[in-house]
C-alpha cells in the first residue's frame, strides 16, 4: 500500500504563489508516474500535471499551461508543483496522484489510470 503524505496550500491573493508538495512512501522498482488533479467546489475533476519517474517531460493541464511547474525528487519520492499567477479559479482541492509504473502516454490525463490519491491540500486564491 503506498500512502502519499501532501503539503502546501493555504490562502494566497490573486497574481501570488504557492508551493505543493507530495511524498510516496514507497518506491517503485517499475518506475512511477506522479502528479495532480484537482477538483473545485461544484466542478468536474481536473487534470493539472504528472512527471513520470525517468525523462525530463512534464504533461500539463490547459488552464495551467505557464503558470504551474512539476517537478520531482527521485531520491526522496516526492513531486512538487509550484503554482504561479494564481487566479481565483486555482481554488480547489488538489489530489496527489501516484501509480507505481510509467503511465503510457495516452493515458496521462485520465485519473482512473492511477492507483492511488492523497488526501488533498486546498490552496485559496481570494483578495
Not at 104 to 114: M, N, T, V
Request: charged share 20%; aromatic share 10%; proline share 4%.
Amino acid at each position: 500500500q503506498v500512502q502519499l503524505v501532501e503539503s502546501g496550500g493555504g490562502l494566497v491573493q490573486p497574481g501570488g504563489s504557492l508551493r505543493l508538495s507530495c511524498a510516496a512512501n514507497r518506491r517503485s522498482n517499475n518506475g512511477y508516474t506522479m502528479g495532480w488533479f484537482r477538483q473545485a467546489p461544484g466542478k468536474a475533476r481536473e487534470f493539472v500535471a504528472v512527471i513520470r519517474c525517468c525523462g525530463s517531460s512534464t504533461h500539463d493541464g490547459e488552464s495551467v499551461k505557464g503558470r504551474f511547474t512539476i517537478s520531482r525528487d527521485n531520491a526522496k519520492n516526492s513531486v512538487y508543483l509550484q503554482m504561479t499567477d494564481m487566479k481565483p479559479e486555482d481554488t480547489a482541492v488538489y489530489y496527489c496522484i501516484y501509480d507505481a509504473t510509467r503511465i503510457i502516454l495516452s493515458a496521462l490525463r485520465a485519473g482512473e489510470s492511477y492507483d492511488y490519491w492523497g488526501q488533498g491540500p486546498q490552496p485559496t486564491v481570494s483578495s
